[in-house]
T-cell receptor, first 112, second 112 residues
Framework: AQSVSQHNHHVILSEAASLELGCNYS??????LFWYVQYPGQHLQLLLK??????LVKGIKGFEAEFIKSKFSFNLRKPSVQWSDTAEYFC??????????FGKGTRLSVIA | DAGVTQSPTHLIKTRGQQVTLRCSPI?????VSWYQQVLGQGPQFIFQ???????GRGNFPDRFSARQFPNYSSELNVNALLLGDSALYLC???????????FGPGTRLLVL
């Protein structure tokens, strides 16, 4: 069965620092890849998604992710984080309309 | 447009009791999925329904059941509650062709 690994459990950054959160999935095929964010007290929101085409995907709030098929990776990046980016970030994968398989999440704390 | 709605928002039950959680998908979405999110973990798939038929089931015991109604709303039932069932229960709806799931705010269940 598919599995997702998120390498960092908790990341602490200062405002304006650059962010990269790692995500690897276990096996190939035609996969759909997602990053969701969960702000404190709020529900899961879609940040960005990759289905096909350009492996560099741009999402909301200045986030982007790069799909590297050879590495089974879909890392999330942001050049300059803000305090408001403090949240839990989840990487997820599925194939077609199959259920999403989520990673355990990475908690991002941005300090002033 | 209203997003995915779930009720109740919070629930406290005791071991052995039964609980019913409700979900209304985004208008026009015919598929609903249920996920369990235990504290510190990513969401884990429980059920998927499309057009009132079960399309997938995760690795959960038979104490968990669900159904989808003609208006595409859904209920998740859990019988004989255990302490380990304490979690945030998430409902997601999707347009099958779009392959993107949109999540509701969840129902937080505490089993004492």
């Amino acid at each position: 069965a598919q599995s997702v690994s998120q390498h960092n459990h908790h990341v602490i950054l200062s405002e304006a620092a650059s962010l990269e959160l790692g995500c690897n999935y276990s096996y190939g095929g035609t996969v759909n890849l997602f990053w969701y964010v969960q702000y404190p007290g709020q529900h899961l929101q879609l940040l960005l998604k990759y289905f096909s085409g350009d492996p560099l995907v741009k999402g909301i709030k200045g986030f982007e992710a790069e799909f590297i098929k050879s590495k089974f990776s879909f890392n999330l990046r942001k050049p300059s984080v803000q305090w408001s980016d403090t949240a839990e970030y989840f990487c997820a994968v599925n194939e077609g309309n199959t259920p999403l398989v989520f990673g355990k999440g990475t908690r991002l704390s941005v300090i002033a | 447009d209203a997003g995915v709605t779930q009720s109740p928002t919070h629930l406290i039950k005791t071991r052995g009791q039964q609980v019913t959680l409700r979900c209304s998908p985004i208008s026009g979405h015919k598929s609903v999925s249920w996920y369990q999110q235990v504290l510190g973990q990513g969401p884990q798939f429980i059920f998927q329904y499309y057009e009132k038929e079960e399309r997938g089931r995760g690795n959960f015991p038979d104490r968990f059941s669900a159904r989808q109604f003609p208006n595409y709303s859904s209920e998740l039932n859990v019988n004989a509650l255990l302490l380990g069932d304490s979690a945030l229960y998430l409902c997601a709806s999707l347009v099958v062709a779009a392959e993107t799931q949109y999540f509701g705010p969840g129902t937080r269940l505490l089993v004492l």
